[in-house]
Nanobody, 124 residues
Framework: QVQLLESGGGLVRSGESLRLTCAAS????????VAWFRQAPGKEREFVSG????????YYADSVKGRFTISRDNAKNTVYLEMNNLKPEDTAIYYC?????????????????WGQGTQVTVSP
């Protein structure tokens, strides 16, 4: 069983930054990849960024390239999402997810484990 817990969300103004943290426990490293998704009211969950636990490649949605950075600290079983130059359209609940697939897929239905989410709100 893999357990994921997100933190670091909050209320910021347009142009400001936040750093999200995903703390993993259980058998986290039995999975291959971890990703951040987000969901705004009335919309489907969308892929934001992904990385492998034991790899170097990173993946980003086009909407966040150049603004968001994903990283990990395997010694702490932790994944981070640094979000810079936030925009109102980034407002959503952000979720950490883990997959057993060899590369982080972009479809939410391909992930096996999910956290409860952390709210990010960006005011104009």
């Amino acid at each position: 069983q893999v357990q994921l817990l997100e933190s670091g969300g909050g209320l910021v103004r347009s142009g400001e930054s936040l750093r999200l943290t995903c703390a993993a426990s259980g058998r986290a490293f039995a999975t291959h990849g971890v990703a951040w998704f987000r969901q705004a009211p009335g919309k489907e969950r969308e892929f934001v960024s992904g990385v492998m636990w034991f790899g170097v490649e990173t993946y980003y949605a086009d909407s966040v390239k150049g603004r968001f950075t994903i990283s990990r600290d395997n010694a702490k079983n932790t994944v981070y999402l640094e979000m810079n130059n936030l925009k109102p359209e980034d407002t959503a609940i952000y979720y950490c997810a883990a997959t057993t697939k060899p590369h982080p897929p972009r479809g939410s239905d391909e992930y096996d484990f999910w956290g409860q989410g952390t709210q990010v709100t960006v005011s104009p």
